[in-house]
Each structure stands twice: as structure tokens, then as C-alpha cells.
């Protein structure tokens, strides 16, 4: 008899388990639940009026084979220069017989990864870098502090146990101070000491100052195989029509190989039998409420979510499961004929904008965590590419708070303001168009009961056919790679009959697993 699989979520997760199990499996039925009308996620790209803002910045690289394989197979690499590449006679990689991305929409481009920091009303590299132009920017006095600072944590280390200890562990109480306390505490809304170190260690990938001074050394001197952080790559993939493009062909394929996608279906309530066994699901569609039976469940959902429209579950599970915090995201297009920033680099752009893809605001002025500039993702996202600049300023909130709840229109005023305070631009006067965008539980945060994540994996685990994947569905902050690698695990495992789940939670959790690459 056919099986049939449910699948929560048409994010990065949820499609790729969907295509995987329909490429792979033999005679399985493949259901698709998606909340909304569009795919990817938080990874999804907006079109509005021509011009397309990603909600959160996503760079294409992996050091995972299979992934790259993957993505390749969806959206083969540029053969031809893009629009931008030829304006600017920039050299690219091109890729033998690869799609003409002028010509043709499934392609995925080379992109030049530049992110700073607007700190004072100045440009740092992101990640921090010791530049000549970085210590000018800070001026002597703050150098030395920083030096000083730096040499007191090597001599002090701190216990790993929180954020804020992670961080002057490895960057100094001064440098500390000056780029990663304020934003992480805008993005979060906890102060770094609340929050769990295990989030640093995800996220900066083993980033220090030493690491910062092997890579500057190791260019020096054209080191040959030369381990690069994450952070410090240089160049990255990105498609033509943003990361939601990647997902909407996904899709497409997973509905060619027989598949099934219902949007616009909230799934409420799982029930689960006398063997602990998941029978099937309800979700909400056009008002009313439909059940669906299944074999195996595959959830991208929020964990929380998950567990509470469970029946039978123990008190302490129930309880972790229910305590466990987000983070919420708004973000605001901006359509300008210009921005005030000069470009000071030695690279061309259209326009000679700043050459920035995504900016992190370190300025207690204002709420903006950071700011994109669509322009510079890549050429397709905006319409009049020559005549405009697309900025996508972003905001860290809670579900039903203040800024959540806060009109277009208010929100729209908020955020020019925060552009003319910045010197972004002059004048409100000056804005073409603006469009907002509201994701909830964009971030799964490492606070609250955060800390007895384990013991709700256990419960979690007890349940055969249930595999939690993708960043929502196992609470992990996981870029794009790691949430599909945990899907192809979780999909080896039910084409197998392999009962042992480590292999979907131990994805990106090993330190040797995400921090080296080969350059």
C-alpha cells in the first residue's frame, strides 16, 4: 500500500524533504502544507510594483557537496554575464554552457559579498577587520583601547556561558562594546548576557581576532589551502530573482513529480494513537477546518506550534515546548532616486552607489538592526535599476508589540525618519515608494527554557514517525544549507527504516562540521 507523507511548511526545509522523498522514495504520496500563499519561508522574495525585497538577508555558500549539487540542479550558474557585470565590464566566474541570466530567469549569479558596519557615522568591515582604514575610522586613542582590551581577555578568559562572554572572549571588551552589544540586544530584545553562547558559536563560526589575522596573513603570502571561516567569504551564489525564486522552482518540481501543495492551510492539531504514533493532521483552509491522515510527518513549523497542537503530551516537554522565545521581523522597502552614502571603495557600481549588500546598524539612535540595498543582490530586483536605489531597512520585534501592530502608513514615517537620521537620505520629500512586510517567529532565540531544548528533543524523538527539520522545526538558527541538509538526513532515514534521528539534530552542531572550509 502507498505511504503517505505530511509535510508542514514550504519553506527550504519542507520543499526540499517534499522533492527528496518524490525523487528518492518509491510510491509515497508527498502533501505539502503551506500557511501562507507564498514558498520559501523566510527565505521567500516579494514582488511589489517590479521592484523584489528578500525578508532577511541570504547568501548562497555551502561547504556541503550535496547542497552545492543540489542548487546547481535547480539553478544552474551563470554562463553570461548579468546586466550589472556587463555595465560595469566586471569579471565573473562564468560557468561552461551555463544559462545567459539576460536571456533566461532559472540561473543563480556570482555575486561580490560586501557587508560593513555604520558605526558613528562611519563604515567597518563586516566582519571586523584591522585595515589601515578600520584603525583611521577608530582613531589612536580607541585603537590602543581595543589593543588592550583584546590583550586583557587573553589573559582573562571569561566562562563560555553566555553571549556577552563569547563575544569578549574572542573580540575584547572594547571592540565588544562597539559592534555586537547594542545589536545583539536590538535584535534579540535581551540583553547578550541572557543569552545562551551556543547562538555565537552558530553564528560567527569561529570568527576571532586570530582568525581574522590568519586570513589577512594567509592573503599576504597566497597561502594555498588555507582554512576561511564562514564569515569572511568573499563571494557567494545568489539567484537572479532572489532565494525565493529557488523555492518557487522547487515547487514547481515537486507539483511535476506528482506532489501535492496546499496553500494557505494552517495546520492546528496533530493526533497522535495509543502507540504514540501520529495518525494525521487538521488545518485550517478558507475558514474551516479539514483532516488529513498520513503515514509519516515532516515538520518545518515552529516546534512550539508542533508540540501544543499535540495530544497527550507529558507536563515537562508541554512546558519547554511552550516557553520556547522568538523573534519576530519587520521590514520596510524603500524605493529612492539616490542615497546620500558615498562610495569610498575601489569598487564599481551602478550608479556608484555604496557597494554594499547589507549593512549592520550599530547606532543607538535608532531601532534599524540593519539595511540592504537590493541593487547590489543583484541587478534583476530592481526595476529601474539606473535611476533608483531598493533599500530594504529591517526591524527586530515581538508578535503584537508596538512596532508589530503598527500601521503601513506609521510604519513607512518610522522607518524614512530612521533613514534621514542616518544620512541615509535628506529628506523624507525624497522617498519614490515604500512597501512593509511582516514575518512571524523569523528567529528562533536561545533564551528562556531554550536551555532544556535536549530533554524536549527526547520526547520529541519517542514519536516514530515524526522528523523535526529545517530552522523553525528544530529551533536552531539554521542558514538555508543546514536546513536542507537536515531534510535529506530525516529523508535517508524513512527510505531506510532507520529509527536513530541523531543524524537530523546533529546537523550544524559540531564545531568541525561548519567552521572550515578549504580556500
Same mark, same amino acid.
Request: proline letters at 7%.
Given at each position: 500500500m502507498k505511504k503517505k507523507a505530511l509535510i508542514i511548511g514550504a519553506g527550504p526545509a519542507g520543499l526540499t524533504a517534499a522533492y527528496e522523498l518524490l525523487k528518492k522514495g518509491n510510491d509515497i504520496e508527498v502533501v505539502v502544507f503551506e500557511e501562507s500563499d507564498c514558498f520559501g519561508g523566510i527565505s521567500r522574495t516579494v514582488e511589489y510594483k517590479g521592484n523584489r525585497m528578500d525578508m532577511g538577508g541570504h547568501r548562497f555558500f555551502s561547504?556541503? *557537496?550535496e547542497v552545492n549539487a543540489w542548487w546547481d540542479q535547480m539553478l544552474p550558474m551563470q554562463g553570461a554575464p548579468s546586466y550589472d557585470d556587463l555595465e560595469l565590464d566586471r569579471e565573473v566566474p562564468l560557468e561552461k554552457n551555463g544559462p545567459d541570466p539576460e536571456k533566461e530567469d532559472r540561473v543563480m549569479l556570482t555575486r561580490h559579498r560586501v557587508s560593513r558596519?555604520?558605526?558613528?557615522?562611519?563604515?567597518?568591515?563586516? *566582519? &571586523?577587520?584591522?585595515?589601515?582604514?578600520?584603525?583611521?575610522?577608530?582613531?589612536?586613542?580607541?585603537?590602543?583601547?581595543?589593543?588592550?582590551?583584546?590583550?586583557?581577555?587573553?589573559?582573562?578568559? =571569561?566562562?563560555?556561558?553566555?553571549?556577552?562572554?563569547f563575544y569578549i572572549n574572542r573580540f575584547g571588551k572594547k571592540l565588544y562594546s562597539m559592534f555586537f552589544e547594542y545589536y545583539t540586544e536590538n535584535l534579540w530584545g535581551r540583553h547578550p548576557r541572557e543569552i545562551d553562547a551556543s547562538w555565537g558559536a552558530q553564528r560567527v563560526k569561529g570568527l576571532s581576532i586570530v582568525a581574522i589575522l590568519q586570513d589577512i596573513l594567509g592573503k599576504i603570502f597566497n597561502q594555498k589551502n588555507r582554512k576561511v571561516e564562514t564569515s569572511l567569504i568573499e563571494q557567494f551564489k545568489y539567484p537572479k530573482l532572489g532565494p525565493g525564486?529557488?523555492?518557487? &522552482?522547487?515547487?514547481?518540481?515537486v507539483e511535476k513529480m506528482g506532489g501535492t501543495i496546499i496553500k494557505g492551510a494552517k495546520v492546528t492539531k496533530l493526533h497522535k494513537d495509543e502507540n504514540n504514533m501520529l495518525t494525521g493532521l487538521i488545518y485550517e483552509k478558507d475558514g474551516t477546518e479539514q483532516e488529513m491522515s498520513g503515514d509519516v510527518?515532516?515538520?518545518?513549523?515552529?516546534?512550539?506550534d508542533l508540540v501544543g497542537g499535540m495530544n497527550d503530551v507529558p507536563e515537562t516537554p508541554a512546558?519547554?515546548?511552550?516557553?520556547?522565545?522568538?523573534r519576530d521581523y519587520m521590514t520596510l522597502g524603500v524605493l529612492v532616486p539616490k542615497i546620500k552614502l558615498k562610495n569610498k571603495t575601489k569598487m564599481k557600481t551602478v550608479g556608484n552607489i555604496v557597494p554594499?549588500?547589507?549593512v549592520y546598524v550599530q547606532d543607538r539612535r535608532v531601532k534599524m538592526g540593519r539595511f540592504q540595498i537590493y541593487n547590489n543582490w543583484s541587478p534583476y530586483m530592481v526595476k529601474d535599476l539606473e535611476h533608483t536605489v531598493w533599500i530594504g531597512l529591517e526591524y527586530f520585534v515581538n508578535e503584537g508589540d508596538e512596532f508589530w501592530n503598527m500601521t503601513e502608513e506609521a510604519f513607512s514615517k518610522f522607518g524614512v525618519d530612521e533613514m534621514v537620521k542616518l544620512g541615509l537620505i535628506d529628506s523624507a520629500d525624497e522617498v519614490l515608494d515604500s512597501h512593509m512586510e511582516r514575518v512571524k517567529k523569523a528567529y528562533p532565540a536561545y533564551f528562556d527554557t531554550y536551555d532544556e531544548m535536549d530533554t524536549l528533543i527526547e520526547y520529541l524523538n519517542t514519536? *516514530?514517525?515524526?522528523?523535526?527539520?529545517?530552522?523553525?522545526?528544530?529551533? =536552531?538558527?539554521?542558514?538555508?544549507?543546514?536546513?536542507?541538509?537536515?531534510?535529506?538526513?530525516a529523508v535517508k532515514n524513512i527510505l531506510s527504516g532507520e529509527a536513530d534521528k541523531s543524524n537530523v539534530w546533529n546537523v550544524n552542531t559540531e564545531k568541525e562540521y561548519h567552521e572550515e572550509s578549504k580556500a
Open positions: 561547504k556541503i *557537496p558596519i555604520l558605526f558613528d557615522d562611519k563604515f567597518y568591515d563586516y *566582519p &571586523v577587520s584591522l585595515k589601515p582604514e578600520t584603525l583611521k575610522n577608530m582613531g589612536f586613542f580607541t585603537t590602543i583601547k581595543v589593543g588592550f582590551s583584546y590583550l586583557a581577555s587573553l589573559l582573562h578568559k =571569561r566562562p563560555d556561558d553566555n553571549l556577552e562572554n525564486e529557488l523555492w518557487e &522552482v522547487t515547487a514547481s518540481e510527518i515532516i515538520s518545518s513549523m515552529p516546534v512550539k512546558r519547554i515546548a511552550k516557553g520556547l522565545p522568538y554594499d549588500c547589507w514519536i *516514530p514517525n515524526l522528523y523535526c527539520v529545517g530552522r523553525n522545526g528544530q529551533h =536552531r538558527y539554521n542558514n538555508i544549507d543546514h536546513s536542507m541538509v537536515t531534510s535529506f538526513e
